[in-house]
């Protein structure tokens, strides 16, 4: 076992305690399969009152490119393509998912609108409402283009993949202009959780619930053993939704792990006090990282900081501390990420500035 | 809660509470993601050492559906069918991932070579080696038959979708036409558990290891929370098999969950352990269901037993029972079946046999 | 070049030569793209008037398997099939083209309802009603067939791949059943105007027109160079169709080549009169087989003849005259076929005669 | 009849007269379908033996999509992607038919690598060695990019889009980078006959032939009335291509169709001299511009020649011109392409110019 210090990715351990312990509670109960069950029910029910949707639909499934994969198939034709930066985790990093389920996607630049960063955090990962709407006037407008694909459908992630933050102001454009032009608007939330604690945001889970037409809470990334409850939020529009599910292989057996985890986050507001701890060790890194005269790479508000450090540097870390690498920065120097999570302790970060 | 005693399924319990107690051991360990990790490494050692398979590569995925939809994925071209009996989960029961993975499902009658039923149970939703025999024959004979769909895997399931299995003899024999035709013999073990360990079996798991190209040992149906381990038993042929696993959603991020589990389940032989105690609830009920005077309506050597009931008697059982709805039998009666798992209790088969 | 008579199928000759006259005369017009122009529109035109459905939307694609795959596309959902008899075009003889597009083919017996051959012909390659209405019913009933594949549209040949043809009254039954359970009717007419001029039929084009919710009517065998004119009868309900053509590579950069052709088999009824020399052939050539004491394999309204014959004459026969090989008879028969088409000389016919 | 001159593309007119002349000779000549025929086989050996390569496996299909698309699935695996330039056809207009058959089109800028635009023309619409190689070394290096979309082959239109042409070091550079990563290169030719024969171009027919890996001689465009030639120049990896074909609507039934174009067009070098009359009309109307004063908007070594145009003449050119709008300029220009043909008649241009 690696005994080093680990601030490598926000995936990298199990549970909330609590989470193993209702599975063990009921463990012997003997269940329906496939999401019918009662803790499926309760959690649903929990999520919709938290978002203040009462007519939502709730699904559960167990990881992010499933969803992404699962939910796009549902919201667009199969001609049509969906719009997301450059750097959108649908565009980059899920080994052509999208477009093996047949959809292009359609990206912009990956700057927002909003350039306080003073106050909002780094705008990259974004899309702005502006290339938004040139993009879809240009298609939609006068001439014809359906010789090209059809946007669609728009894709965010709040927090990016960057860990940066959509203003409520920019989300309010993104989705005004997605009225405009009657194409549902999708929020990837797979680090949902570190978005709402963050202590530079003005957007809230009703916020965004009122704003977008589908999005998704993410369980793995925060306290869950794995799953992302998706919440079309004025309900699904597809006649039938569990088969497109199961076409996906996305349909898990014992849906009620999912529903029993999702009943725990939304239980007490766990899910919002487990983001917030990621958010205070963050904090308290990068509060570290400046005093020690660290330059910080793109000024993330949640819970992935990003740090340049000189190769010399890193050498000398790599025997104590496990983080992510981001890329090159120059030929002496590399960015690398630290990511805190639900479980991280404070005595973590402290360690992890000593040896800094 | 539902305080009937239930037989409605294999999948209704959590998993062997080993398994949650290292889950909750394991909590805070920080593991890498995505089957990278030891207990992943752990696991596929100890599988590929029972199955007697040293070049084999062992990938862990989530559920049946996704397994059986990336396996064929990457076992036959995209211009490829698969052969499988017309009662496969993958022709009849899994909302068409396999085509929409590209793939036709080519089927056969649902009837296997071996009638000794005495000896082996019923031969129903088994394939027969001379029904593939002539199919191959008949498509790569003489003729051209570029406009149809080419065979280009088998997929059996053992036990099959009826609870019945196949004799060694049959497995030889498909291997054999297999191997004469080059092409690759898939075998879906979603219950293989309890196919090992059924009374009337000459098949071991190193029998089936060397006569099929791939196979999955399933855990969601035995003893694991959820988890089929699949092995390609001379090593996986597709050059990139993880952004396959990837692009089809199957990619656990914690992947050292799945790891875990089949580490315990294949630990001191508990994988076979919780196969037999299904078997013997099993066969105490089919001795029950005889002495009754129930009409068995197939004679399965496995874990699932199908009985014919009256109507009458069925409205009366629906009150303190949970069983599976199979097909209606005539006007007055109804088939349904009992499904004994690795956690079923003769307690509870003795109270169920009372109540019959 | 091969001189000997052939019969071997309705796609061996070119076109009606009107049809190369006419593109020899535009072939400097400078005429606008992808079907855009003015003789795309006449034939549309014409055929909407000749089926009676003003409110039609027409489409021309060039061949079979293109049109079935597209029309599918378009009619259903992701997670639908389609329900054709197991001797369906895009059951059997596609390569896989429908599941290459993500959809099951669901199968049912090819035998029609009406048995009155001696009237209408065989039965065989047709759909029964009833068997419809109960694979309905079985799935849209009471229980949750929520893991299977849902029965999305129904698909129909006429004639069938087989020659014979439906009765007005199946066609009813067929299309009552679809517009119960809101599922829409597809009929191929590959070799439309074959069955069209049939003398044993009571179905005409306007009948097909108001009783199908899409169809298509062949060119290829029947008269053009290429090209098959979908009808959607009450207008197609994609919101963009020309991006799903387009997707599908099915849009003909000269789309007008497509025009042209049915604005000229359309023109004075000359479809008709192609389909009736096909039947005019087709008759004498069944007259003078009964008379030399041929064995008729199945009793075809329509312009394909199949017959079974002594292998041993078959040598002779392979000498002067191509022919359909169908299927083995026994060991010392074969099936074989004789397809007479829109260009089929009454002399051609007759030499054949004499050779057999 | 629209009675303005046309310059709006190069596929608004049928076929070189030959062509249609053969079709009419051999009308009623009983061929065998499905491209099996001697004219198939003549073509492919005239197109053959003018690449110089042996070893070829030709193919015919009908259009420029059905073709891009049909070869890449032929290309590369399920799980890979194909880069183009941004601009490339494939990536920016077919609808979404590469993503529709599951494959990312990877995008590199679209400028190449020799910038002696006096001598070569434009770079516009190309990509540059150096990009391709710098992301292939990202992407093949060091770190493991198996959550990202793997390039399995490079995809280069020569023509481009812009009229634009590979100098013949740039394919070596391409080609070699290929070779070094043991990805295939695909070069699209829908326009090839005007490259090859452009005055400022040092690419010959066998250059592209010893190059590449599959390339296509397009017909569409260069005189035929439909078809591409698709050359595998070493021959075809895909197992079974007829089906491949089949499963994507391509496969022309009345395949001679094609042969017979193809035949005609690669005897006594017509395509050659096809192509040469499109750069003569084309250079006689660049001449014309730039004597007239009209700014040229790229220098097109080929057959579409792009120009900044004042609105305001724009307006009174409408009544008499047919021509390609390209894309807006500034908001008193706009940038129109006109595009010369193997048909278009120096009177024609004369015409044209006296317009301007």
Chains 1, 2, 3, 4 share one sequence.
């Not at 549902?74 to 477009?99: C, D, F, K, N, R």
């Not at 959809?103 to 927002?112: A, D, S």
């Amino acid at each position: 076992m690696d005994k080093r210090i680990s601030f490598s990715s926000d995936y990298t351990k199990g549970a909330r305690p609590r989470i193993l312990e209702r599975m063990t509670e009921t463990n012997f109960e003997q269940i329906d399969g496939y999401g019918t069950d009662e803790y499926c029910k309760s959690a649903a029910d929990k999520i919709k009152k938290a978002c203040g949707t009462p007519d939502a639909d709730v699904f559960f499934l167990v990881g992010g490119t499933q969803t992404n994969q699962t939910i796009i198939d549902m919201l667009i034709q199969p001609y049509e393509g969906i719009v997301a930066a450059s750097t959108g985790h649908i565009a980059a990093h899920e080994a052509g998912a999208i477009e093996h389920a047949g959809h292009k996607v359609i990206t912009l630049p990956c700057h927002g609108e909003e350039k306080d960063t003073e106050k909002y955090g780094s705008d990259i990962g974004k899309i702005a409402a502006a290339d938004l709407k040139k993009l879809l006037e240009d298609f939609y407008g006068d001439a014809n283009h359906e010789h090209m694909v059809f946007p669609g459908a728009v894709y965010i992630s709040h927090p990016t993949e960057y860990g940066t933050l959509y203003t409520k102001k920019e989300l309010e454009n993104i989705s005004q202009i997605c009225k405009e032009y009657k194409i549902p608007l999708f929020l990837d939330g797979a680090r949902l959780g570190y978005g709402l604690m963050s202590k530079r945001t003005d957007v809230s889970l009703k916020d965004i619930a009122s704003l977008v037409d589908v999005f998704y809470i993410g369980g793995t990334k925060v306290g869950a053993l794995f799953g992302e409850a998706v919440v079309f939020t004025k309900g699904v529009t597809t006649k039938h939704p569990i088969p497109v599910i199961k076409q996906h292989g996305a349909l898990l057996a014992k849906g009620w792990l999912l529903g029993l985890q999702f009943d725990t986050l939304f239980t007490d507001d766990l899910y919002f006090e487990l983001g917030r701890n990621a958010i205070e060790t963050a904090e308290l890194l990068k509060d570290g990282l400046k005093k020690k005269g660290y330059e910080i790479f793109l000024d993330s508000p949640t819970n992935q900081q990003f740090v340049i450090v000189s190769n010399e540097k890193l050498k000398e870390l790599d025997k104590n501390v496990r983080y992510g690498f981001w890329e090159k920065y120059d030929d002496n120097h590399t960015v690398i990420r630290f990511a805190t999570d639900w479980a991280t302790q404070k005595a973590d970060v402290e360690r992890l500035l000593e040896l800094l």
